[in-house]
């Protein structure tokens, strides 16, 4: 959309509040907006006032704008299905380029669910794991999920939690977990070796929505014997799927 248009000069007026809401500030001036667009801020004010009067801005208590929480809520409401909707496209072509089972799963509490699944028949993967729980820090998922995380927040997930072993390399302390996390965003993407349980072995990356977010990570599982040996090749797949399904939740990288 041009952004010599009335509605495009409007569309980026929202986006320069929301980037400012995002990075920390409650709400701006049309002044703050004027500059960081790089644009007159009459005209600025003008669009600011058209996006309150519609229903898309708000004004806080000193009279800057911000985002209407219907805004969010909207947004969020189509992440939500996007991520229902192309994730499990994501999912089938993944599993179709690499013979192997695939799983979307997301952070609940200080575990990780599967919301989307794609097994093709020769995974030798027996059983659905829609809606079941598996602790994050030995899931498959876990790594990816909490890429970002601060260690704080990593103490405080598992603040409650006891590090049963469930695999010859399940971690034994949130330390160890860390340090598996920083290793993987080196190589940009987690490795989960018979850490969930014998003879399974795992790839993921996190998947970012259009704040940013990590909402869910996108995962390749199989047999260990049958899936490290094509560990690069299933690698190239999972990023470039992970990739494309971030873009159809509004990431912009």
Known sequence: MSKTSSMGRGIEVLLAVGTRQAAGSDGVTAAVVAAHLGRDRSQVSRSLRTAEQEGFLGRTAKRTYALDWTVFTDAQLLTERRLQRDGSSALDALAAETDEACFLGMLRGDSTVTIGESVPPSS?????????PYPAYCSDAGQAVLWEAPDAEVHSVFSKVQFTRHGPNTPAS??????????????????????????????????RDFKGDIVAALQ??????????????CTAAL??????LESRLGFRG
């Open 124 to 132: 030798n993967l027996v059983g659905s794991w829609l809606g079941r």
């Open 174 to 207: 949130v330390e160890e977990f860390l340090e598996r996390r920083q290793a993987a965003r080196g190589r940009g993407y987690s490795i989960v070796d018979e850490e969930a349980e014998p003879g399974l072995y795992s790839l993921a990356v996190p998947v």
């Open 220 to 233: 390749i599982v199989g047999i260990k014997d049958r899936l490290e040996p094509r560990r690069e090749q």
């Open 239 to 244: 990023m470039a799927r992970g990739s494309w």
